[in-house]
């Protein structure tokens, strides 16, 4: 045995354990709020914090000491002080910002409820269904997709496709597909006023949720149904339809392809955002590969099989997308060249 490569692995094993356990602390500073209220407020004493957040002392204190060994707080020993980096808080205190990452720790942590479920599924087949994930992971989801949605798709995503954005501000049908809790179609609407849209899930309380986005927000030409994308209303049909982060969870991916295909109106097309991956496990052999696969098993998958689903899987790649939408009788498949560490965009049409 070379103890040398032990000792490495040992070292990496330890780095993805305390990186699980360090995101359980972060989910408890973004569900208090810490985070927030550590935003843009500079180096401040315990107390200071404690006063100001309200939260117990003691448990304060235990949360920054593992912010700080963590390095997401810095901690100025000498003055006894906590500051959240302006960088830092971009990415778990404003919600606002593309690069806010804290859904994640809403998320992960949500997945693993599916372990005992993941493990039973194993031996005996079947799987967790999306609803026994809860509400962590509907937000979870929401949060995570959202900041880059919000802000990226009607500013650096649909540029890529001029001739609908022109339609859009013209005017048409829009149906997204798999809508969760509606940022996507929210973001539509709003940005294109003269458009109507239309988002769809399967899942109750998200469509709720997104509901409850829509009225908030009152958008007029947005509407949020319960739907199973395998039964999509065809007439008058959508001149422009959109998945984001679904087709790779569907129980029957051809099926719902399909009903895209057939639902869209002469000239229309359809735009499925999946995550980014290569199409071989050697091609994935890499920390974001590893990511996509733990989604994969610990939810995507699971979830489909759950139904008797195909279970795709998160990385399920180019090739076999193409495949699978020029099965369900598209003609037209085309990758856009978008610079995004997390999805891959492709342009589909008959
Ligand atoms: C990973 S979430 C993505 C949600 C949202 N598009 C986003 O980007 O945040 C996948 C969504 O697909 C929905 N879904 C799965 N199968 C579906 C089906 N057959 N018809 C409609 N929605 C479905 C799930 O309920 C879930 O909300």
């Given at each position: 045995?070379?103890?040398?490569?032990?000792?490495?692995?040992?070292?990496?094993?330890?780095?993805?354990?305390?990186?699980?356990?360090?995101?359980?602390?972060?989910a408890?500073?973004?569900?208090?709020?810490?985070f927030?209220?550590?935003?843009?407020?500079?180096?401040?004493t315990?107390?200071?914090?404690?006063?100001?957040?309200?939260?117990?002392?003691?448990?304060?204190e235990?949360i920054?000491?593992?912010?700080?060994?963590?390095?997401?707080?810095?901690?100025?020993a000498?003055?006894?002080?906590?500051?959240?980096?302006?960088?830092?808080?971009?990415c778990?205190?404003?919600?606002?910002?593309p690069?806010?990452?804290?859904g994640?720790?809403?998320?992960?942590?949500?997945?693993?409820?599916?372990?005992?479920?993941?493990a039973?599924?194993?031996?005996?087949?079947?799987?967790?269904?999306?609803?026994?994930?809860?509400?962590?992971m509907i937000?979870?989801i929401?949060?995570?997709n959202a900041?880059g949605?919000?802000?990226?798709?009607?500013?650096?995503?649909?540029?890529?496709m001029?001739?609908?954005?022109?339609?859009?501000?013209?005017?048409?049908?829009?149906?997204?597909?798999?809508?969760?809790?509606g940022?996507?179609a929210?973001?539509?609407a709003?940005?294109y006023?003269?458009?109507?849209?239309?988002?769809?899930?399967?899942?109750?309380?998200?469509?709720?949720?997104?509901?409850v986005?829509?009225?908030?927000?009152?958008?007029?030409?947005?509407?949020?149904e319960?739907?199973?994308?395998?039964s999509?209303?065809?007439?008058?049909g959508?001149?422009?339809?959109?998945?984001?982060?679904?087709?790779?969870?569907?129980?029957?991916?051809?099926?719902?392809l399909?009903?895209?295909?057939?639902?869209?109106?002469?000239?229309?097309?359809?735009?499925?955002?999946?995550?980014?991956?290569?199409?071989?496990?050697?091609?994935?052999?890499?920390?974001?590969?590893?990511?996509?696969?733990?989604?994969?098993?610990?939810h995507c998958?699971?979830?489909?099989?759950?139904?008797?689903?195909?279970?795709l899987?998160?990385?399920?790649?180019?090739?076999?997308?193409?495949?699978?939408?020029?099965?369900?009788?598209?003609?037209?498949?085309?990758?856009?060249?978008v610079p995004?560490?997390?999805?891959?965009?492709?342009?589909v049409?008959?």
């Amino acid at each position: 045995m070379d103890k040398e490569v032990m000792r490495r692995f040992m070292g990496r094993f330890m780095e993805m354990t305390t990186g699980a356990a360090v995101l359980g602390v972060v989910a408890v500073a973004d569900r208090t709020g810490l985070f927030r209220d550590l935003q843009g407020k500079g180096a401040q004493t315990l107390d200071a914090i404690a006063e100001q957040t309200g939260l117990e002392p003691r448990y304060l204190e235990e949360i920054l000491a593992t912010l700080s060994a963590a390095g997401i707080v810095v901690y100025d020993a000498e003055a006894d002080t906590y500051t959240l980096p302006e960088e830092h808080a971009a990415c778990v205190a404003d919600e606002s910002s593309p690069y806010f990452l804290g859904g994640w720790s809403q998320m992960v942590p949500a997945l693993y409820r599916a372990i005992p479920g993941v493990a039973e599924a194993c031996r005996n087949g079947g799987g967790v269904p999306f609803s026994e994930f809860g509400d962590d992971m509907i937000d979870g989801i929401a949060r995570s997709n959202a900041p880059g949605t919000r802000i990226l798709l009607t500013r650096k995503w649909l540029p890529l496709m001029p001739d609908m954005v022109s339609r859009l501000e013209t005017g048409i049908r829009v149906a997204d597909v798999g809508c969760g809790s509606g940022t996507a179609a929210l973001t539509l609407a709003r940005a294109y006023p003269n458009s109507e849209v239309h988002g769809y899930d399967l899942d109750a309380p998200s469509i709720e949720r997104a509901r409850v986005a829509a009225q908030e927000a009152g958008a007029a030409n947005l509407s949020f149904e319960v739907v199973d994308g395998q039964s999509l209303p065809g007439d008058p049909g959508f001149d422009f339809i959109t998945t984001f982060d679904v087709i790779h969870d569907v129980v029957d991916p051809l099926a719902v392809l399909g009903q895209i295909r057939g639902a869209l109106r002469e000239g229309g097309c359809y735009l499925m955002v999946e995550p980014v991956a290569g199409d071989t496990l050697a091609e994935n052999l890499h920390p974001a590969g590893a990511l996509t696969y733990a989604m994969s098993t610990l939810h995507c998958m699971t979830q489909s099989l759950a139904h008797g689903g195909v279970g795709l899987g998160a990385a399920w790649g180019p090739r076999r997308a193409e495949q699978y939408c020029r099965d369900a009788g598209f003609g037209r498949f085309e990758r856009l060249e978008v610079p995004n560490p997390f999805n891959a965009f492709y342009r589909v049409a008959p």
